[in-house]
């Protein structure tokens, strides 16, 4: 498998875990074998980051640890495993409604009183957009890139997948 096909394909099945409805709440297990079978162990926190830069895959265990930078050229494999509590995030917004999920262009949002401050943050916690919306308002997202984002209503928050 050529590296860009192999990091398409990862995206691909981590994106596909994260839709699924849960997120780590602690952390993920995240193993990497390499071409000379050996294996890596790294244990990722919700503070931690794992992202794609040019030809590497960037790990960050958590934000206080410093990133460690793989070739993708070297990878043959990656195990994912959550070994600690996992969260689903709709049980923590049960008031909060958004729809369609996954959307590619806008959101439908309700299930709040008054208007609200919405924040949309990348799934590395990054402040993505803020805005503020009535209930039953629509919310442009189009200029959000593809992903996984948490929106956070009044306290509560939701999954929101950008396709």
Known sequence: MNKHKMKRAVVAFLAAILCQ??????????TVVEFDSKSHVYKIEESGELS???KSLVIKENEKSEAKVLSLGNITKLLIK???AVNDL?????????????????????GFEGVKTVEIYSISGVLAMKTT???GSVINIS???QG???????GKTVKLCKI
């Open 133 to 135: 919306a009535e209930n």
């Open 90 to 110: 709709s049980s923590d917004s049960q008031s909060i409604t958004l729809y369609p999920n996954p959307a590619s262009s806008e959101i439908f949002i309700s």
């Open 148 to 154: 996984i984002y948490i929106v956070k209503v009044d």
């Open 82 to 84: 959550e070994v600690s």
């Open 143 to 145: 200029n959000l890139r």
């Open 52 to 54: 794609f830069e040019e």
């Open 21 to 30: 409805g849960a997120f780590a709440d602690l952390k993920t297990e995240l």
